[in-house]
């Protein structure tokens, strides 16, 4: 069995929101839409004070609430742990948005653009007209990973097929892959560090580990 999972280690990651932009250059949002977003949280009192950044998105649950209150069934978990949305089958009635304990869903129901109401060129080469009235959220970049079942690349270590906000991690912070094969990179860190899920008290199963210490 296959089952994707991202990690994050909290004592890399600078804040310096290059996966957001990554992700948002990858799956052309909208503007006011981040399918990635990164935290910056002040703890302490002054002048002991610490700044952390904490970087969210859709945690692609095993228990995945969204799923539950679909009346459509729009949302599915694959075999592989990543949650999908069919936005020929979604209707947009938010129940998902609302029932996401993570904030990681939005749902825009007119084109938005960066400019007004007109496409930059850019723009209006990746617009996508299904993505409107309906719910969206990060995919893992599910498309390159279907890729690397035809190329025969392993997601997390190939580029290609690996999502955009890890690529894109200048500190090295973020790592994806297979964690049932005991010798990825991501299986292989999680077993040396410390790591915590967020509200994992809810018992939704993320599939994004918080690294923050070693074991």
Same mark, same amino acid.
């Not at 995945?64 to 599915?76: D, L, N, R």
């Not at 959220?137 to 270590?157: H, L, N, Q, T, V």
């Not at 290609?160 to 990825?184: H, K, L, Q, R, Y």
């Given at each position: 069995? $296959? !089952?994707?999972?991202?990690?994050?280690?909290?004592? !890399?990651?600078?804040?310096?929101? $290059? #996966?957001?932009?990554?992700? %948002?250059?990858?799956?052309?949002?909208? @503007?006011?839409?981040? &399918?990635? !977003?990164? /935290?910056?949280?002040?703890? =302490?009192?002054?002048?002991?004070?610490?700044? +952390?950044? /904490? @970087?969210?998105?859709?945690?692609?649950?095993?228990? @995945?609430? #969204?799923?539950?209150?679909?009346?459509?069934?729009?949302?599915? %978990?694959?075999?592989?742990? /990543?949650? $999908?949305?069919?936005?020929?089958?979604?209707? =947009? #009635?938010?129940? #998902?948005?609302?029932?996401?304990?993570?904030?990681?869903?939005?749902?825009?129901?007119?084109?938005?653009?960066?400019?007004?109401?007109?496409?930059?060129?850019?723009?209006?080469?990746?617009?996508?007209? +299904?993505?409107?009235?309906?719910?969206? %959220?990060? +995919?893992?970049?599910?498309?390159?990973?279907?890729?690397?079942?035809?190329?025969?690349?392993?997601?997390?270590?190939?580029?290609?097929?690996? @999502?955009?906000?890890?690529?894109?991690?200048? +500190? =090295?912070?973020?790592?994806?892959?297979?964690?049932?094969?005991?010798?990825?990179?991501?299986?292989?860190?999680?077993?040396? $560090?410390?790591?915590?899920?967020?509200?994992?008290? /809810?018992?939704? =199963?993320?599939?994004?580990?918080?690294? &923050?210490?070693?074991?």
């Amino acid at each position: 069995m $296959t !089952r994707y999972v991202m990690s994050i280690d909290l004592r !890399r990651c600078v804040g310096c929101q $290059t #996966c957001t932009a990554a992700c %948002k250059n990858a799956n052309a949002t909208p @503007p006011g839409v981040q &399918w990635r !977003r990164v /935290l910056d949280l002040e703890t =302490g009192e002054f002048p002991d004070v610490r700044r +952390s950044f /904490l @970087p969210t998105a859709c945690m692609h649950c095993a228990e @995945p609430p #969204c799923a539950a209150v679909c009346p459509t069934e729009a949302t599915q %978990k694959r075999r592989d742990g /990543l949650v $999908t949305i069919d936005y020929d089958v979604c209707i =947009g #009635c938010a129940n #998902c948005v609302m029932a996401c304990p993570y904030e990681a869903r939005s749902i825009v129901h007119e084109a938005r653009f960066a400019y007004g109401e007109q496409p930059i060129a850019s723009e209006a080469i990746r617009f996508d007209p +299904s993505r409107i009235s309906v719910a969206t %959220k990060c +995919s893992f970049c599910k498309e390159r990973i279907d890729a690397a079942a035809a190329s025969g690349r392993i997601p997390g270590r190939d580029p290609e097929v690996t @999502p955009a906000c890890v690529n894109s991690c200048i +500190s =090295g912070a973020m790592v994806f892959g297979d964690i049932d094969d005991p010798d990825s990179a991501v299986s292989r860190l999680l077993a040396k $560090t410390q790591h915590f899920h967020m509200h994992e008290e /809810l018992g939704t =199963g993320p599939s994004v580990y918080y690294i &923050w210490d070693h074991a």
